[in-house]
């Protein structure tokens, strides 16, 4: 059987193969962002360039609030950056501790504590702890 597509231009995807087709014909995004702000109480910076979003904040607690006030799911996150080719790193003082995305490889850790589809850097969360800043 063969179907003829009906959809006009604009119209939203009634099928969850016509929301792929739309996800993959749509550009990659490049972001340019150099940005200082306030979350929960901690300072953060964001620097973003090219297809990556760097969210930089001062401590591990900081990191774990943040997560644990995200606005959005985790798998709602990472479908939306990947369909647009962005990937968020998470750094505690401008060492990497995880990130989710397009070019994330989700660890099999991240899951089974219940994460998602979430990249964890180890060494990135060791270097936060001990990195000074002068």
Do not use: F, K
Request: glycine fraction near 8%; aromatic fraction near 2%; avoid cysteine.
């Amino acid at each position: 059987m063969t179907t003829i597509a009906t959809r006009q231009h604009g119209d939203p995807p009634e099928t969850l193969a016509e929301l792929l087709d739309d996800l993959e014909q749509r550009p990659s995004l490049s972001v340019e962002a150099d940005l200082t702000l306030q979350l929960d109480g901690h300072t953060a910076t964001v620097v973003g360039y090219d297809d990556l979003v760097a969210i930089d904040l001062p401590s591990l607690p900081a990191a774990v609030s943040l997560w644990r006030n995200r606005p959005v799911a985790v798998m709602d996150a990472a479908a939306v950056l990947s369909s647009v080719g962005l990937t968020v790193e998470l750094r505690v003082r401008g060492a990497p501790v995880a990130r989710i995305g397009d070019a994330a490889a989700p660890s099999g850790v991240a899951r089974r504590l219940g994460l998602g589809p979430v990249e964890l850097v180890p060494e990135g969360a060791v270097l936060a702890l001990t990195r000074r800043r002068g």
